[in-house]
């Protein structure tokens, strides 16, 4: 990572030649951040520098934001679900549910306002942006389109060059690459270009009338593909290298969602549809007229077989119009289960991170997951090899791929906020946001984060709060990029101190379960650990983690084997807030990571043990001891205490005052009050 | 339907078999003459007299013939009377007759049972011994008639109370059959639900039937005499045999005392042998509280197990110091486990639990699961949490206070000239548990000019954290409850006072007044001094603060009054200037600028004058410091306004006098005191002379019993919380208090000529629960999860997790072409 110091004399420069050159210095626009895109991360991160007051500028080569929307998803529905009515008030837990909205100060500025549906059409969408880039008065270039990015590297500083179709170059000293994936992803094989793509398609089922299909691909954008010609088409068959993996199975709303899977229904039923598995690189697609035309006399019509490529002789005669029948799988596999042929064949297999304007001193690398589709970027979502060139949005999502949230909108209006705190933090030296909270209000701030932040709720596993504590009292980090822990100090610009820290995550359990058979909840909180579903969990470390721990984190954790850990139990409501099984058990693991004791104590509890001892409890010191005791309330339920001597009442244990009746017990007794009694051994 | 089937196949069985059956029965059938006979000799007997037999019939005398066994153990004769072979006259002629069976006793008929409540076993022998023990077993409806059974039972008699979910159930017998055995020993009482289960402590929603002990022959031995006779609740499920052998239980000693070793002493002899021990140890130093701590806990074991206190320097004991407990299971090794406890209620918890365990294991798993919560873990260890808690069940009402939200708050707080917030958090318990007093506070203030209202934190996130884009007039909240007053147009104003209603009351109805009030007559500034402002405050005596300039723009002015708002609520303020400030001054001969503070306590000697203040904080530092009384009588709600002064202690505890004598003891004592402080003079200084009345602030006393480690005789004057150290003193008992002595121990104090009589505790508070340890857990049941990879792994790791579609592929996509031709391709 490059030091602060090169990039911050770097800012002072440029808000010099800023001010004498008014930004329009021969052809050369010079810029603090540029944001590349005007899409739903690049407008997120546009709203957050504007916000912060810096020197932005957002290109964007058409003519309006979100323009990915216009034509996809082809089939005009969003699935990210837009939901309206919670039956809360409180605008950030509703967050949780409304998938669409970018985040702003302007409590109005959300989805609902452009559409009330549950899935709301695409069109909505980019209606949205432009409403959001509109009242926010976000600064965006439009008809902007970069063809060429190149880092320039002097000796004090680094800064990113852009030019357009007009030959204009803007420079830049920090790049915010948001331009989303719209490269439509291929993959070669004998035969591919007899295929469609996704993106050029019909969208008419009328044009697939009584065809069979075979559609490329088992993701969203192909079962929805599969669901929009179902009824027309005589089959539909959808092939890919991996089984159907399903969105309420994975806890991964990139894969397929339930709203489009009508197709393994009828393929389950038998009727028609089908699935199968094959790895796209080992198949062929052959052409065969039909012998149909001695009949009509009409235009043979060209069928598509599927076959294999171990099978096909000639491999390097592509648009072969005939092939030999012994490149048909059937005549080799006799109840090959794709013999018969096929009017289309479709691929919709996603789209890639587009490479191709970066020059290689600007280029991130691939990812090594995705098929190599995205850039590879740090965890703080800086691409590798790039400093000062950031990625954000969907492209972003390497960091996360296959697990949480980061690829969609929301999910990485989060990570875009994280990022925001990264450069304000590291260009700006503005430590991330923090709440200073006494040590005994620790445990209410947690549940109320519990009860409500869309963010590490959002982004789980990926995104969590940081508590640092210290002493009899701590600092409260929202929504750190987890796998950046090792480097928290330099990157949110607070110290951790030796009474070290603890970092707040929301995650799922590791075990693959039958999400809908019985005993799949686990509702025992001493058994909290073995949740399955979404909950929370705390880690206590003494000192942060190295890189090395967090590469080597045990198999599925989202951070490195801690000090102590502590599940809270799931919950139906994923509301975490009853007093035995979640307060309670949160409480004696703070206690464990502090080593004090923060319960809460009646006034006349505190009159004693400041009596008794040189401090009382920090609760008591905290509040009793600045006259803000709590007073039993006259209340008559207060009274169960007095209810008398019965054998069957339970002492509440160390501190031997917490039971009222003790004192009069002892009047009354006018005997002696006992060490022994006190029972703190 | 399945009812017609029932009677036809039980018809069938009885045409079928019915000569066969007649051999068989045990259901001794008695002739007229038979019957006639048992009845003059005065027996017991419960007869059926038969006519036809339908199917319903039928089956009673199934039910019946079973219980003929039973009843004979009780001297009931059981048996049926053919009236188709001879008419019983009086029985076998009416129609009602049919439906019932009678029982006769005394050569007459006693009662007769509609076939409706006798249709068991269980119901025949239930209500027949209910029946015949009507004048011992008593049935009580509500809690007066249970509380007049205890009082007559007092001294006399224990009381065994049953509660059966319906009569005629197995429990329902398995009570009487106990009442029947054990009846001129114990008064039993049966219940069947109502008000009384609410004395008991039982949910009503499902209650189990359930057997209880009230101890009321030891009531009046018992150091606390309340009305109700202790009791103990029977903990396992209701059965004849259970009931018996708990009833024995509470006829155990409570403590037995041993002088062997624990793995020495004998299993539970006859008939305790099912029962666990539980061993105590005492020493000859503290054998009495040794014996207290054990009784105490005997209380709260019994039914459950047997305690037994060891006398550790008793040459057999040969138990490690390091353990403080022991017990003894019954079941299959007698072995006796070592614990060392920190508190007794892990013993309790250990056979508690114990029952917990068996009672899941029959319950199934589930979201729905109605958990009961009496295990370990399930106890709420947080005294305020659990208060809140126990209250549960009743929702607070809201409807004195406005609920203030993001959209309302600034109308809210414009229309009203004082609007007091209370911003909470629903899972906060302190929150919860101050809400109650708040609406108390409320509904006192209806219909005044105050607007009580409530911001529920957990919905309103952005009004709390002052985040709305409207002005707010307050810092976002961050501690929990935090009660602010707003007027129009001012900032916010913290209440930093006790939580409790009268504190936060007289906070509300003090800063109703102007802050500093703005006095312009002599007759104001003599209604100032001494009248209360409001009706609502009679009563209460506030401090006072008044502050004489020459003129209304003095540069003293502002500071006062920048003073006087910070005090708003705390205690009253007063400006005086001009013209009636120089006279006011010349009448008590002072200087202009002049700032008095008229503390409630200060009678004699009604003001003290403060020195000239350079900042308002300066000021506010003198007029908290002049508020305090030199002599104080420490209470729970003053004690931190004196502990923040730093000094060491000078504790006087009196009792709570019985008399006019004790009272001028009392006063004489606190003279005492105050001669002290003045003999003393500047060697007084570090010390702060106090006293605790323990009538009036009864937290004293445990106090005091932790400083010595016993109750001393009252009164009872100790030094503590010096500077220097933990050790406390006690001034000797058996000196008379008076200054010069006090005054010379202080000096032999200092010297360290004196002993300490005991030590402050420590002031680190460690939790007082251990965690539940998921990590350990974790390593246990699945050893290798929670570990951190090895770097060689690591790479295999990666590998294998990049994509999982080439992984599965590579293998396996040939075979699946040729082996799996349908779905996998």
Redesign the interface.
């Known amino acids: 990572m490059d030091s602060n110091l090169p990039c911050l004399i770097l800012f002072l420069l440029i808000g010099c030649v800023k001010c004498s050159f008014d930004n329009q210095h021969d052809g050369s626009r010079r810029y603090g951040y540029c944001v590349l895109g005007a899409g739903p991360a690049g407008l997120q991160m546009g709203y957050f520098l504007s916000k912060a007051k810096r020197d932005y500028i957002i290109l964007e080569r058409n003519s309006g934001p979100g323009s990915f929307f216009n034509k996809y998803p082809r089939h005009r529905k969003l699935i990210s679900i837009n939901k309206i009515h919670t039956g809360?008030?409180?605008?950030?837990?509703n967050l949780r549910h409304d998938w669409n909205s970018l985040l702003s100060?302007?409590?109005d500025l959300l989805m609902k306002r452009v559409s009330s549906e549950f899935y709301p059409p695409a069109d909505a969408f980019p209606t949205y942006l432009s409403m959001f880039e509109k009242e926010l008065g976000l600064r965006v270039r439009y008809g902007v389109d970069i063809g060429r990015i190149r880092a320039v590297q002097s000796p004090r500083d680094r800064s990113y060059i852009l030019t357009d179709q007009h030959a204009a170059d803007y420079t830049c000293s920090v790049l915010l690459v948001a331009t989303g994936l719209w490269v439509p992803q291929k993959v070669e094989f004998v035969g591919s270009d007899l295929v469609e793509g996704y993106e050029s398609i019909s969208t008419d089922p009328e044009d697939y009338k009584d065809q069979a299909v075979l559609i490329l691909g088992k993701g969203n954008s192909a079962f929805e593909t599969a669901q929009s010609i179902l009824g027309k088409a005589s089959k539909v068959h959808m092939?890919s290298?991996?089984?159907v993996r399903l969105a309420w199975q994975t806890h991964y709303v990139g894969d397929l969602r339930a709203v489009n899977n009508e197709l393994i229904d009828t393929y389950q039923l038998k009727s028609l549809d089908?699935?199968?598995?094959?790895?796209l690189d080992?198949i062929g697609i052959t052409q065969r007229k039909e012998q149909s035309g001695r009949r009509s006399g009409a235009q043979k019509k060209a069928k598509f077989y599927l076959t294999?490529k171990k099978h096909i002789q000639h491999q390097e005669k592509k648009n072969s119009s005939d092939a030999p029948g012994e490149e048909m799988?059937g005549y080799h596999?006799d109840?090959?289960?794709?013999r018969k042929p096929y009017d289309r064949v479709i691929r919709c297999l996603g789209f890639r991170f587009n490479f191709s304007v970066f020059d290689s001193s600007a280029c991130p690398p691939t990812s090594?997951?995705a098929?190599g589709r995205l850039p590879s970027v740090t965890p703080w979502y800086e691409g590798m090899n790039t400093p000062g060139l950031f990625v954000l949005g969907t492209a972003a999502h390497s960091r996360d791929y296959r697990s949480s949230a980061g690829g969609f909108v929301h999910g990485f209006r989060y990570t875009v906020r994280a990022v925001h705190r990264v450069l304000e933090q590291r260009y700006h030296n503005n430590p991330w946001p923090s709440?200073?909270?006494?040590m005994t209000?620790l445990q209410?701030?947690i549940?109320?984060r519990l009860?409500?932040a869309s963010g590490p709720y959002q982004m789980f596993q990926v995104l969590g709060d940081v508590i640092l504590l210290r002493g009899s009292h701590c600092e409260y980090v929202e929504e750190f990029t987890l796998q950046a822990l090792p480097q928290f100090s330099s990157v949110s610009g607070h110290e951790v101190s030796e009474h070290g820290l603890i970092v707040l995550v929301m995650q799922y359990g590791?075990n693959k379960i039958d999400f809908l058979g019985?005993?799949r909840?686990e509702?025992d909180?001493?058994k909290?650990?073995k949740s399955n579903f979404l909950h929370p969990v705390l880690y206590y470390y003494d000192t942060l983690p190295s890189e090395e721990?967090m590469?080597?984190?045990?198999?599925g954790?989202p951070l490195?084997?801690?000090k102590?850990?502590?599940?809270m139990v799931e919950d139906?409501l994923a509301e975490w807030?009853t007093?035995?099984s979640h307060?309670?058990?949160l409480?004696?693991?703070l206690?464990?990571c502090v080593?004090?004791?923060?319960?809460?104590?009646?006034?006349?509890?505190c009159?004693?043990?400041?009596?008794?001892?040189?401090?009382?409890?920090?609760f008591c010191q905290q509040?009793?001891?600045?006259?803000?005791?709590?007073?039993?309330?006259?209340?008559p339920?207060?009274q169960?205490h007095d209810a008398?001597?019965?054998?069957?009442?339970?002492?509440?244990?160390?501190t031997?005052?917490?039971n009222p009746?003790?004192?009069?017990?002892?009047?009354?007794?006018?005997?002696?009050?006992?060490?022994?009694?006190?029972?703190?051994? | 339907m399945m009812w017609m089937c029932v009677a036809v196949f039980l018809l069938w069985l009885r045409s079928g078999g019915c000569s066969e059956k007649a051999n068989t029965s045990e259901l001794i059938e008695y002739t007229a003459a038979d019957f006639y006979e048992k009845l003059h000799s005065g027996k017991m007997m419960f007869i059926y007299f038969e006519h036809q037999v339908s199917p319903t019939i039928s089956l009673f005398l199934l039910e019946l013939e079973k219980s003929a066994d039973a009843l004979q153990d009780y001297g009931v004769l059981v048996g049926k009377v053919n009236c188709d072979k001879k008419l019983v006259q009086a029985y076998c002629t009416k129609e009602r007759e049919r439906h019932t069976a009678f029982l006769f006793r005394g050569g007459k008929e006693f009662l007769g049972f509609d076939l409706d409540t006798v249709f068991d076993v269980n119901s025949i022998v239930s209500e027949v011994l209910f029946a015949i023990l009507r004048e011992e077993v008593k049935y009580v409806h509500t809690d007066t008639d249970l509380l007049a059974m205890e009082k007559a039972a007092r001294g006399k008699k224990d009381i065994v109370l049953g509660y059966v979910r319906s009569l005629g159930t197995q429990e329902h017998r398995s009570i009487m059959e106990t009442a029947y055995v054990y009846g001129s020993k114990y008064q039993f009482i049966l219940i069947t639900g109502g008000p009384v289960l609410k004395h008991l402590g039982v949910d009503e929603s499902s209650p189990s039937s359930q057997v209880w002990f009230l101890h009321c022959i030891v009531h009046s031995k018992l150091p606390r005499s309340s009305e109700r006779c202790p009791l103990t609740r029977m903990r396992k499920p209701l059965s004849t045999l259970s009931l018996h052998s708990f009833l024995q239980l509470m006829e155990a000693p409570l403590v037995s005392e041993v002088y062997e070793d624990p793995s020495s002493v004998q299993n539970p002899q006859f008939p305790y042998q099912q029962t666990p021990q539980v061993f105590l140890f005492s020493r000859p130093a503290t054998k009495q509280q040794d014996l207290d701590t054990a009784t105490a806990l005997a209380w709260r074991l019994r039914g459950l197990a047997l305690l037994l206190l060891v006398h550790r320097l008793s040459p057999a004991v040969k138990t490690p110091d390091e353990y403080n407990a022991a017990y003894r299971l019954p079941e299959k090794s007698s072995e006796v486990k070592y614990l060392t406890l920190n508190d007794h209620d892990e013993v309790l918890e250990l056979f508690t639990n114990h029952d917990k365990e068996e009672e899941d294991e029959e319950e199934d798993e589930g979201w729905l699961e109605d958990e009961e919560v009496d295990s370990h873990f399930a106890k709420l260890d947080d005294e305020i949490a659990a208060s809140v808690y126990e209250n549960r069940g009743n929702l607070p009402d809201m409807d004195s206070i406005t609920q203030l939200t993001s959209a309302n708050f600034h109308t809210a707080v414009t229309q009203s000239r004082l609007t007091v917030a209370l911003f909470y958090l629903k899972w906060d318990a302190v929150s919860m548990a101050f809400l109650g007093s708040f609406i108390e506070v409320a509904e006192r203030l209806e219909g005044s000019e105050v607007q009580m209202s409530a911001v529920d934190c957990g919905e309103w996130t952005d009004l709390c954290a002052a985040q709305s884009s409207l002005q707010i007039p307050f810092q976002p909240i961050t501690a929990f409850p935090c009660i602010l007053l707003l007027r129009p147009k001012e900032p916010a104003q913290h209440y930093r006072g006790m939580l409790g209603s009268e504190a936060l009351h007289r906070f509300i109805l003090l800063s109703l007044q102007a802050s500093p009030v703005l006095l312009s007559t002599k007759e104001e500034v003599t209604s100032f001094l001494q009248e209360v402002p409001l009706p609502a405050l009679a009563g209460y005596n506030p401090d006072r603060v008044m502050g004489l300039f020459k003129t209304q723009v003095h540069t003293g002015v502002s500071l006062f009054a920048e003073a006087a708002k910070s005090l708003r609520g705390e205690m009253l303020t007063g400006l005086l200037t001009d013209v009636l400030a120089e006279k006011w001054a010349a009448e008590h001969s002072m200087e202009l600028p002049a700032v008095l503070v008229f503390p409630s306590w200060r009678t004699h000697t009604p003001h003290s004058t403060l020195p000239v203040s350079t900042s308002s904080e300066e000021l506010l530092t003198h007029i908290h410091s002049a508020r305090l009384h030199p002599l104080p009588e420490l209470t729970v709600e003053n004690l931190p306004s004196f502990l923040s002064l730093g000094k060491a202690l000078l504790l006087l505890f009196v009792g709570e006098e019985e008399d006019e004598i004790g009272r001028r003891q009392n006063q004489a004592l606190v003279e005492e005191m105050r001669g002290v402080v003045e003999l003393g003079g500047g060697r007084m200084e570090q010390y702060l002379a106090c006293w605790i009345h323990l009538g009036r602030t009864p937290a004293g006393m445990s106090v005091l019993g932790s400083y010595l480690g016993s109750m001393p005789p009252l009164p009872a004057l100790v030094l503590t919380h010096l500077p220097s150290g933990n050790d406390i003193y006690q001034f000797p008992p058996n000196m008379p208090m008076v200054a010069s002595s006090v005054l010379q121990w202080l000096q032999r104090i200092q010297e360290g000529a004196e002993p300490a009589a005991g030590f402050l505790g420590e002031d680190s508070w460690p939790p007082a629960v251990e965690f539940l340890d998921f990590l350990k857990i974790m390593d246990m049941q699945e050893p290798d999860s929670a570990q951190q990879q090895t770097p060689e792994e690591e790479e295999e790791e990666e590998d294998s997790k990049e994509e999982v579609v080439k992984a599965d592929d590579s293998s396996s996509s040939a075979a699946t072409f040729h082996n799996n031709p349908h779905s996998e391709l």
């Open positions: 809360r008030q409180n605008r950030e837990f100060d302007n409590p092939l290298s991996s089984p089908g699935l199968a598995e094959a790895r080992k294999l799988p596999i109840n090959f289960s794709m090594d997951n098929k709440t200073k909270l006494m209000q209410s701030w549940l109320k009860g409500e590791n019985r005993s909840a509702t909180w001493t909290a650990w721990d590469r080597l984190r045990p198999t954790w490195p084997r801690p102590a850990i502590h599940h139906f807030d007093p035995i307060i309670q058990p409480r004696r693991f206690e464990h080593q004090t004791d923060l319960r809460a104590f009646y006034a006349e509890s009159f004693r043990s400041s009596l008794t001892h040189r401090k009382p409890p920090l509040g009793y001891l600045k006259q803000q005791g709590v007073a039993h309330n006259s209340q339920w207060q169960v008398g001597p019965m054998p069957t009442e339970q002492d509440t244990g160390k031997s005052g917490s009746a003790f004192p009069n017990y002892l009047a009354q007794a006018g005997a002696s009050v006992s060490s022994g009694l006190k029972l703190d051994f």
